[in-house]
Each structure stands twice: as structure tokens, then as C-alpha cells.
């Protein structure tokens, strides 16, 4: 099953917190199963289990719910992602959150509906609004709550002097910590509602409200990195990627169904038929080709016989497997290798 993963900055950041707060460092990793080395580079991959895993054992060592949220609203996102370093190169409100939207899954990894962006400044007859689109299930609420304490507190440190947040509306129930929410987001917070929303101030999409200027430069910079960083990810996570895992240790059972390999990712047939059509691929043409390069790799190794790489790809009979190396080459097996040679 494909596991979403997290950039481990998040965790080592967090660890640090919850370390000088009462919670133990070797507790926290031995219960994530985490290692100094998996938080040793803020750009590695860790398990969004083990981060979730790690949280729920400093909250409960201290006794602070408002643990993880605290923790978001005293530290800075530059110090746990490059996404931090865009963010704050970015010309404008709506300028970054563009960038987020776009570097969203160096972050972590998030599930949204086709065509929808996790965050959008709204404007309304009520106001200006950034929408969380993100929908997650009640134990996984407080993944909302911190994603607006990490505007909030980001504005706070950027712009001390000026209002940024005016009000919340959020669809989870008040949390265990809820008579700290005065404190902490010091505006007024509507639990339960239709949507996760933060109200701000309209000032900030104003034409002539523009960030500290003279940061081109840098934010080039930041975003070439990322964007290496981004395309790497996505080659790594891609749903080809992820299907030729699940099939290339069984495929010398032969056929392997679609349906198998959708509920070992975690994810219905028709998601993944979808997923694919995206990638512009079926779920036989990514057999077929992995097949051909099995093949190419066991012959040109001349460690295997023919018979044996017919076996290995699950081809039933030797027959079949000359017929389709036939198909993708234009020549026998045997013809290859003394071309080869």
C-alpha cells in the first residue's frame, strides 16, 4: 500500500519543540519509529504515520493538547521547508499562495479533488477569505487548525504592526484545548461550520499592498530548487511508479488484476482508472512495457536462459513470450542477443 509521506523538516521541527517542553527525544522517535538520520535533511521523505505517531506521544508526555498547534504558531516554515523561503520571497498575499498551491506536496502529501487547489483567497460580500479546500476527517481536524496558525503566525513575525486575521469558521467541533483559542488566535472562532475558512483583512489584496520589494532574485532561486525538488517527487509518486512497484515482485504470477492492484494503493478502481487517463497511460501498456524492459534487462545480463525470463515475466508458455518480444523488438529473443553480440 502507498504511504503519504511528509518532508521530515516538519518532524525534526517539531521533535525540537516538543523536546524543550517536557516531552523525550528518544521516546518520540523510538514510538514513530523514526531515526536521527530520517530527520537528519528536512527535504526526506518520513511516513505521515510516523510524524501523526510522533504527535500523539508528545501530547500525550506533556499533557498539552494545544502542543503541535503552539508549536506552529512559534516556529518559522523557512526552517522546515524551501516552500518557507518562496513564501517569503513571494511579491504579494496572492502571489504566495500560488506558490503554496504549486509546491503544495513538498510539504506533504494531500488527497483534493481534480481540479481544486488546497488554498484560495476569496473575496465576498463579507469579506476576504483564504479557503482550505482540504477535506479531512474528524480525528484529523487539527491538520486544519494549523494550517491557518501557520498564515497566522508567518503574517505575526512578517508584519507585527498590521491586522492580518479578523475571524475562523471551521467544520471540527471544539477541541480539548479550546479555552486556549483566545490566547492563541486571538480572533473569533465559528466550530462546526461548512467550511474551513480564515477571514482576513481586505487590505491584504489590494493592489498597492506589495511585499517588501527587491526579492526577484532570491525567489528564483528558491523556486529553481524547488522545482527540481518538485519534479523528482512527482517521478517518484507518480501513479506508473506506484503500480509497476506492486506488480514487478508478482510478475512471474502472470495476469495481475487492476482490481488487485487498486486496493494495494489504496484506492478504488475507478480513482485509479482516472488517475491513469491523467497520465495519459493504461493499466496494460504499464504491464507491457515493464515487461519489455524485464526482458531486456534479464537477456542482456545473460544470466537467464530464454525459457527463464518467460518465467520470470509470467509468461505461460515460451512461446507467448517470443511472440511479444517479437512485438515490442521486431526479432526473436535469440536474434537479439546475437545482434547484441
Known amino acids: 500500500m502507498t504511504k503519504q509521506t511528509v518532508a521530515a523538516g516538519f518532524a525534526a521541527s517539531f521533535a525540537d519543540y516538543a523536546s524543550e517542553h517536557g ?17 537528519s535533511d528536512q527535504d526526506n521523505r518520513i511516513p505521515v504515520a510516523s510524524y501523526q505517531s510522533m504527535i500523539g506521544v508528545a501530547i500525550k508526555q506533556t499533557g498539552d493538547t494545544a502542543l503541535l498547534l503552539r508549536h506552529t504558531l512559534e516556529t518559522r516554515l523557512e526552517t522546515m521547508s524551501v516552500v518557507g523561503q518562496i513564501v517569503h520571497t513571494s511579491a504579494s498575499l496572492r502571489h504566495s499562495i500560488e ?7 513538498l510539504m506533504g502529501d494531500v488527497e483534493l479533488p481534480p481540479g481544486v487547489e488546497r488554498f484560495e483567497l476569496l473575496r465576498t460580500d463579507n469579506g476576504l477569505w483564504i479557503v482550505d479546500h482540504l477535506v479531512l476527517p474528524p480525528d484529523m481536524s487539527f491538520w486544519s487548525e494549523v494550517s491557518f496558525a501557520r498564515f497566522i503566525s508567518e503574517f505575526r513575525r512578517s508584519f507585527p504592526d498590521a491586522t492580518f486575521e479578523i475571524g475562523m469558521e471551521v467544520t471540527y467541533p471544539p ?115 515493464l515487461r519489455q524492459r524485464m526482458a ?45 553480440a
Open 23 to 39: 516531552a523525550k527525544r528518544q521516546v518520540l522517535l523510538a514510538e514513530s519509529g523514526l531515526t536521527e538520520d530520517d530527520l
Open 99 to 105: 506558490q503554496l498551491n504549486r509546491y503544495l506536496h
Open 175 to 289: 477541541p480539548p484545548h479550546v479555552d486556549q483559542y483566545p490566547d492563541l488566535f486571538r480572533v473569533p472562532v465559528q466550530f462546526n461550520a461548512k467550511r474551513n475558512a480564515l477571514q482576513i483583512d481586505p487590505v491584504w489584496d489590494s493592489p498597492e499592498t506589495q511585499f517588501e520589494p527587491g526579492n526577484a532574485y532570491a525567489f528564483g532561486i528558491f523556486t529553481r530548487h524547488a522545482d527540481e525538488m518538485l519534479a523528482k517527487l512527482q517521478a517518484d509518486t507518480s501513479i506508473r511508479a506506484q503500480i509497476e512497484a506492486q506488480i514487478l515482485p508478482r510478475m512471474h504470477e502472470g495476469s495481475i488484476s487492476m482490481d488487485k492492484v487498486a486496493n494495494d494503493i489504496a484506492m478504488s478502481r475507478q480513482t485509479l482508472y482516472r488517475r491513469l487517463k491523467d497520465e495519459g497511460v493504461t493499466f496494460a501498456e504499464i504491464h507491457d512495457d
Open 296 to 340: 531486456m534487462e534479464y537477456l542482456e545480463g545473460q544470466k537467464v536462459t530464454v525459457n527463464e525470463t518467460a518465467y520470470l515475466l509470467g509468461f505461460s508458455e515460451s512461446s507467448s513470450f517470443v511472440r511479444a518480444f517479437k512485438r515490442w523488438t521486431g526479432l526473436s529473443p535469440t536474434a537479439y542477443l546475437n545482434q547484441a
